[in-house]
């Protein structure tokens, strides 16, 4: 709220690139909020997004979801298929 106000004050001012600042603070406002309440960033989300990324290089040429799903399995889950084959590398 006091934030939201502070916005209107500014864009009221004739200090342009001020205004360009509360511009974008009203833009990210809601992950402005958000951050402040829970101080986490959207990190896990990056990382996430990367290993989904490495997915899609690995299974390239397959087009179903359940092809890619599996191989975000195998890429995030570091499974260790020595336990089941004794010729399996360890995962990296």
Do not use: Y
């Not at 001020?18 to 896990?44: P, S, Y």
């Amino acid at each position: 709220d006091m934030l939201k106000h502070w916005c209107t004050c500014v864009m009221r001012s004739k200090v342009e690139p001020m205004k360009e600042v509360a511009a974008m603070v009203r833009r990210h406002l809601e992950g402005i909020v958000a951050w402040a309440q829970t101080r986490q960033t959207n990190g896990f989300l990056e990382a996430l997004n990367g290993l989904f990324q490495a997915a899609k290089r690995r299974a390239r040429g397959f087009t179903r979801f359940t092809t890619i799903r599996t191989v975000i399995f195998l890429i995030a889950g570091k499974l260790d298929f020595a336990v089941i084959n004794p010729h399996a590398r360890q995962p990296t």
